[in-house]
């Protein structure tokens, strides 16, 4: 079982950065691929990024080169850095956290099991 929070959300201006946080429980963190998405009311879960449990990186290609995804094991926290932030970046950002039984990049709601409650970013132009 791992349970994941979520924190860092708030309102920014258009251009502004803010970084989330994503604080997990379990033993075996470090096996786990985690990832992130966001949701926009009426609309899906879209991917952003995830990182694998090796470290690999991969982005949607409507934040590369502005949001960063990094981890840190030791602390059991995954980290989304976002620069150069948009409006159409509002939305609600939940992390989400799956066993890395294959090494492939997991970037889909239907690959993860535990999610995290959600941060609410606002992005104002």
């Known amino acids: 079982q791992v349970q994941l929070v979520e924190s860092g959300g708030g309102q920014v201006q258009a251009g502004g950065s803010l970084r989330l946080s994503c604080a997990a429980s379990?033993?075996?963190?470090?096996?786990?691929?985690v990832g992130w998405f966001r949701r926009t009311p009426g609309k899906e879960h879209e991917f952003v990024a995830t990182?694998?449990?090796?470290?690999?990186?991969t982005y949607a290609d409507s934040v590369k080169w502005r949001f960063a995804i990094s981890r840190d094991n030791s602390k059991k926290t995954v980290y989304l850095q976002m620069n150069s932030l948009k409006p159409e970046d509002t939305a609600v950002y939940y992390c989400a956290a799956e066993w890395q039984q294959y090494l492939r990049f997991y970037t889909t709601r239907n690959d993860y099991t535990y999610w995290g409650q959600g941060t609410q970013v606002t992005v104002s132009s």
């Open positions: 990182i694998r449990s090796d470290g690999e990186i």
């Open positions: 379990g033993r075996t963190f470090s096996n786990y691929a």
